[in-house]
């Protein structure tokens, strides 16, 4: 069982920057994966920036140059540096953390999503 705590969205003019904070506790594994996802209104979740197998990280298209993902693994703590802030990235953002498992499919725990604005 993992908890997922997150922070840092709010209402920010386009061009601007916002940073998400995500702290997982519980059954916490260095060697799961962390990221974040987000959703639009009336829109399917979306991959936004994750890390996968060893340490790599994928971004979606439309965030690649302006979003960082980072992490301290310590903490059990990531974090998403969003700059360049546009309209159409107004949407709920929620940390996930995957379990992955060869024999069976992977568990994927969520956060409660965090309301992330840009206006015009």
């Known amino acids: 069982q993992v908890q997922l705590l997150e922070s840092g969205g709010g209402l920010v003019q386009a061009g601007g920057s916002l940073r998400l904070s995500c702290v997982a506790s519980g059954s916490v594994s260095s060697r799961d994966y962390m990221g974040w996802y987000r959703q639009a209104p009336e829109k399917q979740r979306e991959l936004v920036a994750t890390f996968t197998a060893g340490d790599r990280i994928n971004y979606a298209d439309s965030v690649k140059g302006r979003f960082t993902i980072s992490k301290d693994s310590a903490k059990n703590t990531v974090y998403l540096q969003m700059n360049s802030l546009k309209p159409e990235d107004t949407a709920v953002y929620y940390c996930?953390?995957?379990?992955?498992?060869?024999?069976?499919?992977?568990?994927?725990?969520w956060g409660q999503g965090t309301q992330v604005t840009v206006s015009s």
């Open positions: 996930n953390y995957r379990v992955p498992s060869l024999s069976y499919f992977s568990r994927d725990y």
